[in-house]
């Protein structure tokens, strides 16, 4: 099963929304809302701050959201500050109890 | 406090074998599935496979690059998964990650480890 596509990189100031894309196929994103977004920093395991979609975990801020159109997925971070600078991955469902990652997009916070 | 603790990983060389494991405490281990996850230096993840729990029979699934070579297995009384590695070649080169989908259900890792590289190289 083919990687997600994700944007390699995305950049905001401080204050901004910015949103990153993760597009699969109708056997993947498509057709189940088993998607999920992990933040991952330098050195560190990632974390889970969007699940099924568009729901987020206890403890993750109300600035990150996640959306589903068609084929793509999208996650949202509104109020960008210098701590969300890190690596972004999704994840989805690809049928057949196999799963499959994005191959992450790297935030700037400029 | 709720953990996974990865160990096991060093240097091998192509065609060799290594076997990872994954401690895990501070939750119900026998409960949810159990997954590993790699992550090539500079590179994106990749999701290795799976282990369900005891209640699904232990069903395990792989992904298309590690079937037939790993194999993934856990021992609930131990609160222990393991990854079994054959044949490793120089692309399964990475750290690897166990997670589990405890709190949020599947398809959402919500606890993982802190990784354990493996290096297979001559």
């Known amino acids: 099963h083919s990687a997600l596509t994700q944007p390699a990189s995305v950049s905001g100031s401080p204050g901004q929304s910015i949103t990153i894309s993760c597009t699969g196929a109708?056997?993947?994103?498509?057709?189940?809302?088993?998607l999920s977004w992990y933040q991952q920093h330098p050195g560190k395991a990632p974390k889970l701050i969007i699940y099924e979609g568009n729901k987020r975990p206890s403890g993750v801020s109300n600035r990150f959201s996640g959306s589903k159109s068609g084929n793509t997925a999208s996650l949202t971070i509104s109020g960008l500050q210098a701590e969300d600078a890190a690596d972004y991955y999704c994840?989805?469902?690809?049928?057949?109890?196999?799963?499959?990652f994005g191959g992450g997009t790297n935030l700037t916070v400029l | 406090e709720v953990q996974l603790v990865e160990s096991g990983g060093g240097l091998v060389q192509p065609g060799g074998s290594l076997k990872l494991s994954c401690a895990g405490s501070?939750?119900?281990?026998?409960?949810?599935?159990m997954y590993w996850v790699r992550q090539a230096s500079g590179k994106g993840l990749e999701w290795v496979g799976r282990?369900?729990?005891?209640?699904?029979?232990?069903?395990?699934e792989y992904a298309a690059s590690v079937k037939g070579r790993f194999t993934i297995s856990r021992d609930d009384s131990k609160n222990t998964a393991y990854l079994q590695m054959n044949s490793l070649k120089t692309e399964d080169t990475a750290v690897y990650y166990c997670?589990?989908?405890?709190?949020?259900?599947?398809?959402?890792?919500?606890?993982w480890g802190q990784g354990t590289m493996v290096t297979v190289s001559s």
């Open positions: 501070g939750f119900s281990f026998s409960g949810p599935g």
């Open positions: 282990i369900r729990s005891k209640a699904n029979s232990y069903a395990t």
């Open positions: 994840c989805s469902y690809a049928g057949s109890n196999t799963l499959v």
């Open positions: 109708s056997s993947d994103i498509g057709t189940y809302s088993l």
């Open positions: 997670t589990s989908t405890y709190y949020y259900g599947p398809g959402a890792f919500d606890i």
